[in-house]
Nanobody, 123 residues
Framework: QVQLVESGGGLVQTGGALRLSCTASGRTFSDYYIAWFRQGSGEGREFVSGIKGDGSPTYGESTKGQFAISRDNAKNTVYLQMSNVEPEDTAVYYC?????????????????WGQGTQVTVSS
């Protein structure tokens, strides 16, 4: 069982930056693949980025080169550094965890989810 808590969301201006955190409970955090998804109003859940226990990252096509994911297994935390944000990045951002998500870029691959954190980018 894994419990996930996101933090760091808020209001940011176009072109600004924001760092989201996802902190997990449990002693086997490094065994889990952790991903970030986002969901805009009226839209489906979109894969943003994911990271293996060893730190190997994967990025969605829409955020590649703009966001950076990292993890600190000693702190049971995964970070999403958002840079040069645009209004299109406005969404609720969720972190998700699974031992072996299949596929990694679809929401149904994950067993555990956080409550989400709202990111709003003003123009």
């Amino acid at each position: 069982q894994v419990q996930l808590v996101e933090s760091g969301g808020g209001l940011v201006q176009t072109g600004g930056a924001l760092r989201l955190s996802c902190t997990a409970s449990g002693r086997t955090f490094s065994d889990y693949y952790i991903a970030w998804f986002r969901q805009g109003s009226g839209e489906g859940r979109e894969f943003v980025s994911g990271i293996k226990g060893d730190g190997s990252p994967t990025y969605g096509e829409s955020t590649k080169g703009q966001f950076a994911i990292s993890r600190d297994n000693a702190k049971n935390t995964v970070y999403l550094q958002m840079s040069n944000v645009e209004p299109e990045d406005t969404a609720v951002y969720y972190c998700a965890a699974d031992l072996r998500p299949i596929p990694i870029n679809r929401h149904y691959g994950y067993a555990y989810w956080g409550q989400g954190t709202q990111v709003t980018v003003s123009s």
